[in-house]
Nanobody, 122 residues
Framework: QVQLVESGGGLVQAGGSLRLSCAAS????????MAWFRQAPGKEREFVAA????????YYADSVKGRFTISRDNAVNTVYLQMNSLKPEDTAVYYC???????????????WGQGTQVTVSS
């Protein structure tokens, strides 16, 4: 079992930055592909970014490429999402996910956090 707890969300003006963190329980964190998804009101959950177990494989949605950076620290069981140049359309609840043998862009991960709200004002 893996439990995921997100933090770092909040309210920011357009053009600003936020850094999300996702702390994972369990001794097998380093085995999992980790990802961030987001869901805006009335919309489906969408892929944002993912990182392989060793940190050498990175995946990004086209909408966030060049603005967001995913990273992980297996020593402290944490994955991060650095979000720069935020736009109002980035407003959503952001979810952390962990999985093995997953198609990284689909929301079929084994474990999910409760989510953290990110609101970008114009």
């Amino acid at each position: 079992q893996v439990q995921l707890v997100e933090s770092g969300g909040g309210l920011v003006q357009a053009g600003g930055s936020l850094r999300l963190s996702c702390a994972a329980s369990g001794r097998t964190f380093s085995r999992y592909t980790m990802a961030w998804f987001r869901q805006a009101p009335g919309k489906e959950r969408e892929f944002v970014a993912a990182i392989g177990w060793s940190g050498d494989r990175l995946y990004y949605a086209d909408s966030v490429k060049g603005r967001f950076t995913i990273s992980r620290d297996n020593a402290v069981n944490t994955v991060y999402l650095q979000m720069n140049s935020l736009k109002p359309e980035d407003t959503a609840v952001y979810y952390c996910a962990a999985g093995v043998r997953v198609v990284v862009t689909t929301p079929r991960y084994n474990y999910w956090g409760q989510g953290t709200q990110v609101t970008v004002s114009s």
